[in-house]
């Protein structure tokens, strides 16, 4: 691994990033029009989805971001494989004036609006045609931090409720259509191809969470402070991890111990070395989980220093004597059927939740669709195994060929030993890719494409126009690849 640390280790000057103020502040009356247009069409059906009780009833009924433009600083400017990375720090301190309405609740405002983080910008492919760049792909490397400053209601009693709600469900939204290794794509040539435009994973993390050491309970108040002076309240404590936004993973409970020892792995995907690595350890009680403190690395940080940290655990932004210690391991994905098939059940690397690859689906577009087209609602489900997903549907609209619809969408499926048939071949126990073509909730029509073939392909990847019927097709790519320790 010794390569991968000394490329990880090197660093470059931060590029100026006036110019780039310069240009937002210019295209900010722009951005604060097609921004609140976004957030009308997209955060207020989640906003209906996902709040609970009147809060659901919510509705923009105003959107202005203010003259308060982003800022960015500490612009990084690197090559990636299939075009240009740009990594930038963005600020805003935006002056907003956002107003919400709903049934049997009043109307509030938000005022100000705090936003901070990494954002990458990938430009990619590279052409030979004007604009030379095919498509720009947008993502916070981690979650921003955003906080939320109401008026009117919200600034009553249950503001708590209000703001953890509403900042819970923007968050969801941003997650999951712009933190790694979710992109969101700007086409900046009509006819690009996605599948040129995607970035891959750069590999997994074996992270082990080994132990914590001289964990105390922070001062309580009230009853529980008072039943801790009675009662010997020795902890049982647990850690939570998450990587990026991939899915939060938790470890065992180990119970009455100030000092535990987990020694428990878990593999994450990742899709930048610059993800942080976000450690929770809290305190299991029946009036209630505690929070004992909380610690954050990057993968970057935790290979340069050889795959171990000894991490200081922070309280509500305090520090404590206590410290949780972390090892890491890096792996790449590679194209080697052999080395797959070796990771069939029965052979090393059965743990449970251990990778021994990936699975990545890419859904183009689907073509030759039939109907009237304001009774068309296209999307494609893709299945394998257990797993399953589904683009996002698409209705007509002005300017969209709903006959022809383009989804652009990845769909990434870990793959463990448990998961693999018994020789690698998918011949006892191998289950197909299955590609169903969707009419709103009617299927439509459906291929599948066996595992062996895309074992057995070039690449370990299938890219083609795959026959769902009728004469309608689905352009997608399936790939497979094999994890190996980076050495």
């Known amino acids: 691994m010794a390569g991968l640390v000394e490329k990880l280790a090197a660093s470059g000057p931060m590029e100026s990033a006036g110019f780039l103020n310069d240009i937002v502040e210019q295209l900010w009356p722009n951005i604060n029009v097609a921004g609140g247009k976004m957030i009308k069409e997209i955060v207020e059906p989640m906003l209906a989805s996902m709040l ?62 705090h936003l901070k983080g990494r954002l990458s910008v990938l430009l990619a492919p590279l052409t030979n045609i004007i604009p030379l760049i095919g498509a720009a792909q947008v993502a916070f490397i981690n979650p921003p931090s955003l906080e939320l400053d109401f ?38 040539d009509a006819n690009n191809d996605f599948f040129k435009t995607y970035l891959p994973h750069v590999g ?12 105390r ?41 100030y000092d535990p020892e987990w020694n428990e792995t878990r593999d994450f995907l990742v899709a930048d070395h610059e993800q942080q690595i976000f450690l929770d350890v809290d305190d299991e ?24 940290q000894v991490l200081p655990l922070t309280h509500k932004g305090e520090p404590t004597e206590a410290t949780v210690v972390v090892r890491g391991e890096f792996f790449d994905f590679v194209e080697d059927a052999a080395l797959l098939s070796s990771s069939s059940p029965g052979s090393r690397g059965d743990e449970e939740g251990r990778i021994v690859g990936l699975a990545t689906v890419l859904v183009g577009s689907v073509a030759g669709l039939q109907g009237q087209r304001d009774e068309l609602q296209p999307s494609v489900r893709v299945a394998w195994g257990g797993s399953e997903f589904a683009t996002a549907a698409k209705t007509y609209t002005p300017g969209v060929d709903i006959f022809n619809p383009a989804f652009d969408q990845a769909f990434r499926i870990p793959l463990t030993a448990a998961m693999l048939p018994a020789d690698g071949s998918g ?12 009419n709103g909730k009617k299927e439509a029509g459906a291929v599948e494409v066996p595992f062996e073939d895309i074992l057995g392909a070039p690449g370990m990847c299938r890219e083609e126009s795959f026959d769902l019927g009728s004469g309608v097709t689905v352009r997608a790519s399936i790939s497979l690849r094999a994890l190996r320790p980076v050495r």
Not at 90 to 98: K, L, Q, R
Not at 285 to 308: K, N, S, W
């Open 285 to 308: 009680d029946l009036a209630g989980h505690d929070d004992i403190g909380h610690a954050l690395t990057t993968v970057r940080d935790l290979l340069v220093q050889g795959g171990t």
């Open 204 to 215: 997994a993390l074996r992270l082990t969470v080994e132990r914590a050491t001289g964990i």
């Open 217 to 257: 309970h922070p001062k309580k108040s009230g009853v529980k402070g008072l039943l801790e002076k009675i009662v010997k309240d020795v902890p049982d404590c647990y850690c939570r991890v998450r990587v990026g936004a991939e899915e939060e993973w938790r470890t065992s409970t180990k119970k009455d111990n």
């Open 52 to 113: 609970p009780g009147p809060l659901a009833t919510l509705r923009f009924v105003k959107i202005d971001l203010g003259d308060v433009p982003i800022s960015i600083a500490g612009v990084d400017v690197h090559k990636a494989d299939n075009g240009i990375k740009v990594d930038m720090d963005v600020v805003w301190e935006g002056h907003s004036d956002i107003e919400l309405d709903g049934k049997m609740i009043p109307k509030m405002g938000i005022e100000r609006v």
């Open 151 to 188: 008026t009117d209601a919200a600034n009553i009693a249950d503001w708590v409720l209000i703001d953890k709600c509403i900042r819970k469900c923007i968050m969801g939204v941003i997650s999951s259509m712009a933190v790694l290794p979710n992109r969101y794509l700007v086409k900046l």
């Open 427 to 438: 011949d006892d126990g191998g289950a197909p890719f299955v590609l169903t073509l969707l």
